[in-house]
């Protein structure tokens, strides 16, 4: 059975890094499409970056990350990762690991699979 584990979370000043890793293990099949979504407290779950394991259409990004995180895969491990970097207070919330076999854009609700989060802090 697919399951997705998150690591890397932390507490961080602003304008720190931090690299999120999620390895899934499992049909591989099933986890075509690798994402990451964030929730902050209050607020509605959201997807931040999203990709296939051969990069087609390239890696999508949300416009609340696009241009400090950056997300990429290692298929022989079937490991997916977040870089993230200039780390505000703002990104402060619980960062999560997503799955399926296809791409679902940003609407979390379509996808299949799920990991526990991985808690990040940033601190001003």
């Known amino acids: 059975q697919v399951q997705l584990m998150e690591s890397g979370g932390g507490s961080v000043q602003a304008g720190g890094s931090l690299r999120l890793s999620c390895a899934a293990t499992g049909d591989t099949h099933s986890t075509n499409c690798l994402a990451w979504f964030r929730q902050i407290p209050g607020r509605e779950r959201e997807g931040l970056a999203r990709?296939?394991?051969?990069?087609?259409?390239?890696?999508m990004y949300s416009d609340s990350v696009k241009g400090r995180f950056t997300i990429s895969r290692d298929n022989a491990k079937n490991t997916v990762y977040l870089q993230m970097n200039s780390l505000r207070p703002e990104d402060t919330a619980m960062y999560y690991c997503?799955?399926?076999?296809?791409?679902?854009?940003?609407?979390?609700?379509?996808?299949?699979?799920w990991g526990q989060g991985t808690q990040v802090t940033v601190s001003s």
């Open positions: 990709m296939y394991p051969s990069g087609a259409g390239g890696p």
């Open positions: 997503a799955a399926d076999r296809l791409c679902h854009g940003e609407k979390w609700r379509n996808y299949a699979y």
